[in-house]
């Protein structure tokens, strides 16, 4: 089958979208870090649009930080690759052509900080996932003992870190007179524009100070709540969108239909009209982001590592197992009195929205994945709404179990006594604290209670936090996932799976 690039778009069927636009035409105006599924179905789809508008300076010079594994995919295909949009039986094609450049960061971190550099570069978009912020979960400041860390400062003009090409490529900028871009965290973090200043204008000041103080305050770094669920590419997936291209795609990516980008409208330097692509500017993005990353991903994240406990593979099959679904919709109840709702949203509405995408078997997200990374996600998911929880004084028992779910996974064997590949940077951390064993779940709670990284100092030190916690992993451990999740949904665990 020949392959997708530029003198084969000519051979797509009718049906798959494809740029329209003079793709040679096209000049960079962003470098986009971290090469992902995520970033390709989402930041990238919108500037798609932007460019078949006649943005044309608004072009995509991506780079990966770590491996080739996208750029080899993707450079004998010109850049081009599809996205797969599916909900239910159906599968709509589009192929992209924003990215016009492609980078690996390893092999010529030069190369990278050149493009950044470039004049006419007036933004940086980030998707590098939570860890590789090298930042402390819990506090959110740069974890300057962090090894990769220590190499950017011994090593600032060969960085490895996201904030080390942000510093160096700033300074190259300042040192030459050329205005700084502005600099768009598109990750899954709260407050995400000033936890990015934070450790990158912290990372610059100990190397330099002035610097430090130029970044904090000449560059803009605006908030942004990004919004897609876009799973893992499978090869049954190239196989399908091969078949409907006609042409082999090497990385295409698949997601659901629905894509939201709330972006704080901060840019100095100028910025495409992203809404056009269904994009929305605001002044405040911090109830967005709330609602969004404790109503989706906490619920993700919950029911990632307890409907992975209880043998769904895939977070579809979980969200239609009427015992979850129950416990969503409590959990649900939660997470509501503790995010104040975005102008003209409905919260219940934006949960039963929810339940309906998690439910799209058109997709395959499996529960494996965003098992992934815990103890980075666990503080904005799951524990910053138990916070609030606890000062109002309500009960969070749904909460409580999520996080009992990610102590019994970290574990590292399921239900059935089979290893589980537990991922996570904290993993050494992880391994040691439930080395013992969970015959005793108070001792093990306590243990991975002491992981300040994650819990801070407050959560631990509070009684009915812990006795939540402990509580709900004996359960957990004593009775199974699903009876567990199903005494707190009201519903029978004996009920159709
Ligand atoms: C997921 C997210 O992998 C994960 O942790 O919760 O990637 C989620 O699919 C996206 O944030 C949806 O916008």
């Known amino acids: 089958m020949m392959r997708l690039s530029a003198a084969t778009l000519h051979r797509l069927p009718a049906s798959v979208a494809r740029p329209r636009y003079p793709r040679e035409r096209v000049t960079p105006g962003i470098v986009h870090l971290g090469l992902g599924a995520f970033h390709r179905a989402h930041q990238a789809v919108m500037t798609e649009a932007v460019l078949a508008a006649g943005g044309t300076q608004w072009g995509i010079v991506a780079a990966s930080l770590r491996s080739p594994a996208t750029r080899d995919a993707l450079a004998p295909q010109d850049g081009l690759y599809t996205v797969a949009v599916r909900e239910g039986d159906d599968q709509r094609l589009q192929v992209i052509g924003a990215i016009r450049a492609l980078h690996v960061a390893p092999e010529d971190p030069d190369a990278l900080l050149r493009a950044m550099s470039h004049p006419a570069v007036r933004i940086v978009t980030l998707t590098v996932t939570e860890k590789a912020y090298c930042h402390d979960p819990a506090t959110g400041a740069l974890d300057e003992a962090h090894p990769e860390i220590r190499h950017d400062l011994a090593e600032p003009r060969r960085p490895r870190t996201a904030a080390g090409f942000l510093v160096e490529a700033l300074r190259r900028r300042r040192a030459a007179g050329i205005a700084p871009f502005t600099v768009l965290c598109c990750d899954n973090l709260p407050a995400n524009g000033h936890l990015l200043r934070r450790i990158t204008s912290r990372l610059a000041a100990l190397g330099d100070p002035g610097l430090g103080a130029w970044i904090a305050d000449a560059v803009a770094f605006p908030c942004t709540m990004v919004d897609r669920i876009v799973p893992a590419t499978t090869d049954e997936d190239r196989r399908r969108i091969a078949a409907g291209l006609g042409l082999r795609d090497d990385w295409p990516v698949v997601c659901e239909p629905f894509s939201q980008w709330v972006i704080e409208d901060r840019f100095p330097a100028g910025r495409p009209d992203w809404e056009r692509a269904g994009a929305t500017f605001t002044d405040d993005v911090a109830p967005f982001e709330l609602m969004k990353l404790r109503m989706l991903n906490g619920a993700h994240s919950a029911l ?104 019994r996974y970290v574990a590292g064997v399921d239900e059935r006594g089979q290893p589980i590949d537990v991922r996570d940077p904290l993993l050494p951390t992880l391994q040691a604290a439930s080395a013992p064993g969970l015959h005793d779940a108070r001792a093990f709670a306590s243990r991975l209670l002491d992981i300040e990284a994650v819990f801070g100092r407050d959560l631990p030190r509070d009684g009915r936090f812990r006795s939540a916690i402990e509580q709900a992993l004996a359960r957990l451990v004593g009775e199974g996932a699903r009876a567990a999740v199903a005494a707190l949904a009201g519903t029978a665990a004996a009920g159709p799976r």
């Open 304 to 407: 990632a590592y307890l409907g992975y406990l209880a043998g769904h593979e895939t977070v579809a099959e979980a969200a239609s197992d009427p015992v979850f679904s129950a416990f969503l919709a409590r959990l649900w109840r939660e997470v509501v009195p503790t995010v104040p709702a975005p102008r003209g949203v409905d919260l219940g509405g934006y949960a039963a929205r929810l339940l309906d995408r998690f439910r799209n078997a058109a997709l395959r997200h499996r529960t494996a994945q965003i098992a992934m990374d815990g103890s980075q996600k666990l503080p904005q998911r799951l524990l910053g709404t138990i916070r609030d929880a606890l000062a109002a004084g309500r009960p969070f028992p749904c909460l409580a179990l999520g996080v009992a779910g990610w102590m």
